[in-house]
């Protein structure tokens, strides 16, 4: 089988998208991958889910929504309302889930219960994406371990690993992710847990695709590789036959 492909609403400028979607409707790809960036957890700003309500209008294929946004649990129910069929929240949106260097000023029980309440805040979003009707997604940063994310893996349809630093376009896909992408396959398959997807997110392209699915990823973003193509077609063809 094939990879999926989930062609990004970033680099399009906004008074161009709603004619990029429209092309994106002929093409063979499976997902529009709308990234969301609010301007405070990546610095810049592309828009909310009043934009997501139109593009879910013109789109005919699903949504693969990417929360880059703090206090994502706020605003998950308004942007499946919107029309969001995946919805991905990030796991270093939910404050702090690691002990690194807190323990100098704070006691071992204050790090522990406030990276359990975080948790806890975090899972209980994951849940709630799913009662609403979206498959819920976990993505992670790049300098994000994935050990760290082991135990929430059950709450998940979806892990999005980020292969660059989230905000811009444009960016060369990290060789660290491989490793990253295999560690987390190779969970997944002992757990039993089958059917959650791997998706990838930054500088993927028609060279280094092959060797992201090789590695287990089922689902990649595809942004600047798809929007500055001269062959648009042509070049999803060459993704999927990678």
């Known amino acids: 089988m094939s990879i999926k492909i989930s062609a990004s609403t970033n680099p399009p400028p906004i008074e161009k998208l709603g004619d990029y979607i429209k092309e994106l409707n002929g093409l063979d790809i499976d997902y529009i991958h709308c990234d969301i960036f609010d ?10 889910f009043d934009k997501v309500a139109e593009i879910k209008k013109t789109a005919k294929l699903p949504l693969d929504v990417h929360l880059m946004v703090v206090k994502p649990q706020k605003v998950v129910k308004k942007f499946i309302k919107a029309g969001a069929d995946i919805l991905t929240v990030h796991y270093e949106a939910f404050g702090e889930l690691r002990d690194d260097n807190t323990l100098q000023i704070q006691s071992k029980q204050q790090v522990a219960g406030r990276i359990a309440k975080n948790k806890k805040r975090l899972i209980k979003t994951l849940l709630k994406i799913a009662k609403l009707g979206a498959l819920p997604g976990l993505a992670v940063k790049p300098e994000t371990p994935i050990k760290d994310i082991l135990d929430i ?29 295999k560690e987390l396959k190779t969970f997944l398959k002992k757990a039993g847990y089958n059917d959650i997807l791997i998706e990838v997110d930054g500088g993927v392209n028609t060279k280094n695709v092959k060797k992201a699915a090789g590695c ?10 798809l929007y500055a193509s001269q062959n648009r077609a042509e070049t999803v063809k060459e993704l999927k036959s990678n």
């Open 39 to 48: 301007g405070h957890f990546v610095p810049t700003f592309t828009f909310s």
């Open 153 to 181: 893996v059950p709450y998940c349809g979806l892990i999005l690993i980020m292969s660059v630093e989230g905000g811009y376009s444009g960016q060369e896909f990290i060789e660290g992710t491989y490793k990253k992408i």
């Open 216 to 225: 287990g990823v089922d689902m990649v973003v595809v942004g600047h590789t």
